[in-house]
């Protein structure tokens, strides 16, 4: 009897948080969206230069973000973009590009083509 009452308490809690969990994929969307200037659309660069991001390991693009905002890793301006953001911001960044999937990078389309 107990389980009739307890199945409709679940799916409550379970529903409530779906639009969390949609939030923070757009917010963590969002925060990435700094990063494609010059790591290409979706973290997937042209030519490898700055490295695609796309697909990578959240740990290893997590450390190399930590790296840059305390020093460890020198830099030219990825450790001024670092220090921007706080801990929890970084790891949705990075939590963000692990998950898109690796591909080619487009071209920009030549002026008059």
């Known amino acids: 009897m107990r389980l009739i009452y307890a199945i409709p308490a ?3 809690i379970a529903f409530s948080a779906a639009p ?12 990435a969206a700094t990063c494609t200037t010059c790591h290409g659309a979706d973290g997937i660069s042209v030519g490898g230069v700055p490295p695609s991001l796309a ?4 740990d290893f693009l997590l450390q190399q973000l930590n790296d840059f905002k ?3 890793r ?8 670092a220090r ?9 960044i990075a939590g ?15 002026a008059g083509n």
């Open 20 to 31: 969390a969990v949609a939030q923070d994929a757009n917010t963590a969307r969002s925060l």
């Open 74 to 81: 020198p830099a030219t301006i990825m450790h001024q973009h």
């Open 10 to 12: 679940v799916l409550a």
């Open 96 to 110: 963000y590009f692990a998950a898109v999937k690796p591909g080619a990078a487009q071209s920009a389309p030549r």
């Open 55 to 58: 697909g990578q390991n959240k």
């Open 84 to 92: 921007g953001y706080t801990d929890a911001q970084l790891a949705a």
């Open 70 to 72: 305390s020093g460890k």
